[in-house]
């Protein structure tokens, strides 16, 4: 339990034009006001190749992964808004997570990034779903990490027309729901 609770949010597509990136630019805002420090990362900048045994016995963790990890460390819980793929959650996360809860040294502790840590959860799709089929699939997963998604999920249906000039959301109703989800994160950190 902290008093200013640091949150680390990205969104699950590397993509340029992502409707998640805006997504969890919003959740990230939201999240301040309610707040928390929130760090907004791109995982552009956080590119890695597919976890292979190979290639970490041959040169550990990639860079990029060991600076993520590192952003893991520092934060007490996650924001994420995810793409949702043919149903799933991409296989960025999931090989994200993957990489960085390898332990690098004898005795570490490889899961210390995330054990014990809350994620609240978002989805944004051009579809009229909103990206919702991915929610407990993601919800899943990380809970093989030790995280714990907080109750509820903020989705997006109709991503493309969704959002002003600005970045915000032209639907307060979207709004209302990112901040109850967001408020409820904040308070299980704090
Ligand atoms: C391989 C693939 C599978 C997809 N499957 C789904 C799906 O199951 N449900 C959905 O709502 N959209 C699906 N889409 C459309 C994505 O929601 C859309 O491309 C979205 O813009 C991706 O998120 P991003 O804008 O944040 O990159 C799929 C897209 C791709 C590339």
């Not at 976890?51 to 040169?59: C, I, K, P, T, V």
Request: aromatic fraction near 8%; charged fraction near 20%; proline fraction near 4%.
């Amino acid at each position: 339990m902290v008093q200013t609770p640091k949150i680390l949010a990205f969104s699950g597509s590397a993509r340029t034009d992502s409707v998640n990136k805006k997504f969890i630019a919003v959740g990230a805002r939201a999240a301040e006001a309610a707040g928390a420090r929130v760090t907004l990362v791109d995982m552009a900048d956080y590119d890695a190749p597919l976890y292979n045994g190979d290639l970490e016995a041959a040169s550990g963790l990639p860079g990029t992964m060991k600076q993520f990890k590192a952003l893991m460390l520092a934060h007490d819980g996650f924001l994420i808004s995810s793409p949702e793929y043919n149903g799933f959650f991409p296989a960025l996360i999931k090989n994200t997570f993957d990489w960085c809860t390898r332990a690098e040294a004898e005795g570490e502790d490889g899961m210390a990034s995330t054990t014990g840590k809350f994620v609240g959860l978002m989805a944004a799709s051009p579809g009229g779903l909103g990206g919702v089929r991915c929610i407990p699939r993601l919800r899943d997963c990380l809970a093989e990490y030790g995280i714990q998604a907080v109750s509820g999920f903020a989705t997006l249906p109709g991503a493309m027309q969704a959002f002003n000039d600005d970045g915000s959301l032209n639907n307060d109703k979207a709004q209302a729901t990112v901040d109850g989800l967001v408020a409820r994160l904040v308070k299980a950190l704090s």
